[in-house]
């Protein structure tokens, strides 16, 4: 269970990046100091439960992944409030967090630790990680030494394997070649169907139609559209991709009446047809009966041509 | 409150054991001599600081080679745990910028690192005395104590210095030249008697310098310090943790716009 109520996460941008302590006093006293806070998110709501998968959308600079920092705990919102129950594992950018010195099997335990859990635990469901990362043969190399399609594929197993209840997912099932993908989609759902609550980022929208039961589009921190209408969300997303372009033009209110009034359309359509069949089913009623009617009728007045006889 | 972070410590005790295994094999992966030239290294600065100091500071004094053991152990402890803690922060940004993990893991393991460094040095250390002829007393085990409050106040010194080198990081130029100022402001090669009572009154504020006096008063002297030399040992390292610890919750969110 993840519920955002009007997370609002402000970020802070300037100079004050890799400066000495000499030259953050001289740019004090000369007042060139610059530090410029700005809103990465704001007013995001949304509530999944398990066995959701919720896709967030959006174009680059749309503030994502400082929602997903702030859903796993590494960033504290600055206004509403995150309530998640169960464990969160989160892969964002995978590769990151692994030491290139230790080996791959040294990793794997360092990885399971960071996610909190147990030694034993990890010498358990070890040989499943090795395994289904396809790495075996590479256990005790030194992490740098590997691809970084492996890298990614050693990161989705740990992650994926060790039961996580709230699973955070950024741009992670591209990972590896088509086999490998077909394999984590898989593994994707069967964490789902075991009542997970899964995150997925994603810049494919086929992915997104294909996985998840929810989704929240956001555009440069505001939240345009949380909705179950995944297909309608889509679509007015590549509208929107295809619209921006051509030119800057862009309303996203506009996009959100379009998705209500796109889903109304479906209801619309969907409730016509159902009247459609259930006019049909009556019209068949009403003829069963005439033909049964009939039938009678035909009988009794054979019956009577009978008796007369 | 209490219970919380005890159940949060059994809980990360895996990922800090690992921590731990991780910086063991780092350090000593590629070097031939690995533990070997962390013992070494002390010995030879002791070699050096002996053949260069004894005949100026040396020849009032017994036991010359223990007095300089006892400060060299004691500020080379303090100087390699302030120096490794400071980037322990910022050396696991990766880390701590994509996982949620409680940021005072990285330098609590990079001190057990070195004070397992210290733990040697310091056998080597009382084998030095032994073949000093040094008198060995029950007083020694008094030893646990100066020990116990430098390892606080190492820990406190390491958590100002990372949370500060992660938003400065010019920080360990300006500390290298604190520790410098800290080694010859420790008496580490010589004695603090002939100084006027107002130089005197300087050094009961060097942390580091009553430390060693402390040992030396156990090891050279057999007497066992005041109390007032033990409250001042505890209120260094509280004051240092407490800092050190108000930093890290302070600015515990904060850490990650600066790398």
Known sequence: MLECANVSIRYRVGDFKNIGLKEWVMRNLTGKYKVVDFWADREVSFAIEEGDMLGIIGTNGASKSTLLKAISGIMEPTRGRIVRRGKIAALLELASGFDGDLTVKENAYLRGAMLGYTREFMDETYPYIIEFSELKAFEDRPFKQLSSGMKSRLAFAIASLVKPEILILDEVLSVGDGAFRAKSEAKMREIIKGGATTILVSHSIAQVRAMCNKILWLDQGRQIVFTQDVEGACDCYEEYLRNREAGPVYDPVAAKARIEARAAEKARKLAAARKQVEDAKKAEKVREILRQSKAILTSAFTNNKEQTR | ?259
């Open chain 2, 1 to 259: 409150m209490q219970r919380k972070g005890i159940a949060s410590l059994l809980q990360y005790r895996f990922l800090f054991e690992e921590l731990v295994k991780r910086d063991f094999k780092k350090k000593y992966k590629r070097t031939i001599l690995g533990m070997g030239w962390s013992m070494l290294s002390p010995l030879l600065m002791l070699l050096v600081m002996k053949v260069v100091f004894e005949q100026f500071f040396g020849r009032t004094m017994n036991h010359y080679t223990t007095y300089l053991f006892c400060g060299l152990l004691t500020y080379q402890w303090f100087a390699e745990s302030t120096n490794s803690g400071m980037r322990s922060l910022f050396g696991n940004a990766t880390i701590f910028s994509k996982v949620n993990v409680p940021k005072y893991l990285f330098l609590f393991s990079a001190n057990v690192q070195v004070f397992i460094n210290f733990t040697l040095t310091f056998c080597i250390f009382l084998a030095f005395c032994a073949i000093d002829h040094v008198a060995f007393t029950w007083r020694f085990f008094c030893l646990i104590y100066p020990i116990l409050t430098l390892l606080l106040f190492n820990v406190g010194v390491g958590m100002v210095l990372s949370a500060l080198f992660v938003f400065f990081r010019d920080i360990d130029y300006l500390w290298s030249v604190a520790s410098l100022l800290t080694m010859y402001g420790s008496a580490i090669f010589y004695s603090t008697e002939r100084f006027s009572p107002k130089l005197q009154l300087i050094f009961a504020f060097n942390p580091v310098y009553r430390h060693i006096a402390y040992i030396r008063e156990i090891v050279l002297a057999g007497t066992v310090p005041s109390l007032a030399t033990h409250l001042a040992l505890l209120g260094f390292a509280l004051v240092a943790f407490l800092a050190g610890a108000f930093m890290y919750k302070h600015y515990n969110t904060k850490f990650l716009y600066y790398v």
